[in-house]
C-alpha cells in the first residue's frame, strides 16, 4: 500500500466540506501550496484568508497564486495567525469558515529559527473553533523534527482533549515507518 502524504491526506478530508463560494483560511501561508488548493477549492466567488510572519513566504505565495490566476479569490497578510481576529472583517468571527488549514513548523526552505510557537497557535485555534461552520473541519498537520515541534504538537494535543467531545470530533494521524520524528496530522470536524 502506497504511503500518501499527509498534506493529501488533510486535502481530501476537506474536500468534503469546501465548495465554490465559500470562506477558507490558510493560517501558515508557507510557499502557498495550501493556499492554491483552498483558492482553487471555492472558486472566484469565494474567499481565502491567509496569513504568515515572513514577507518570502507571501512573496512565493503571491507569484503561485498568480501564475495560477487566482489572486482574485486571496487575501494575504504578512501576520500571525494569531491575528486572525484582528485582521478578519468581524462578520466572519463567528460560525462562518468552512475550512481552516494549519501546517506548524518553520518555511521550508527559508529561516529554520522561525517557527509557530504553542501560545500563538493556541491563541489561532481558540478564534478558529469560534470561527468555524457547523460542519466546518480545522486541519493541522504538526512537524516534530525541529526545536520546540515536538513540545507544540503535545500542548495542542493536550488541548484538543479538552474539548466537548459533544460538540467537536477530532483525529489524529501518524504516519508508519517513519523516522523518530514523524508529522502529525490533526482533524477537528465542528458538529
Known amino acids: 500500500m502506497p504511503d500518501i502524504p499527509l498534506i493529501q491526506t488533510a486535502q481530501s478530508i476537506l474536500d468534503q ?16 501550496h495550501d493556499t492554491l488548493y483552498l483558492a482553487n477549492k471555492v ?3 469565494g474567499k481565502v484568508y491567509g496569513f504568515d510572519i515572513q514577507q518570502s513566504a507571501l512573496d512565493t505565495c503571491y507569484q503561485r497564486l498568480k501564475d495560477n490566476n ?16 484582528v485582521i478578519l472583517p468581524e462578520r466572519l468571527h463567528i460560525e462562518q469558515i468552512n475550512a481552516i ?3 506548524l513548523g518553520y518555511l521550508p526552505g527559508g529561516d529554520k529559527a522561525k517557527t509557530t510557537h504553542s501560545s500563538t497557535t493556541l491563541s489561532a485555534l ?5 470561527a468555524l461552520k457547523c460542519g466546518g473541519i480545522i ?13 507544540e504538537c503535545e500542548t495542542i494535543k493536550s488541548w484538543i482533549a ?13 504516519p508508519e515507518n517513519k523516522n523518530h520524528s514523524p508529522p502529525e496530522l490533526v482533524i477537528i470536524r465542528k458538529q
Not at 481558540?126 to 469560534?130: E, G, H, N, P
Open 101 to 103: 488549514m494549519f501546517n
Open 70 to 85: 487566482v489572486l482574485h479569490q486571496v487575501s494575504l497578510h504578512h501576520a500571525g495567525h494569531e491575528v486572525m481576529p
Open 126 to 130: 481558540v478564534f478558529a473553533l469560534q
Open 43 to 45: 472558486g472566484r466567488q
Open 162 to 174: 479538552t474539548l466537548d467531545q459533544q460538540l467537536y470530533k477530532t483525529s489524529i494521524t501518524i
Open 139 to 151: 486541519s493541522l498537520i504538526a512537524y516534530t523534527g525541529h526545536t520546540g515541534g515536538r513540545e
Open 17 to 32: 466540506v469546501i465548495n465554490i463560494g465559500d470562506t477558507v483560511i490558510d493560517a501558515t501561508v508557507g510557499n502557498g
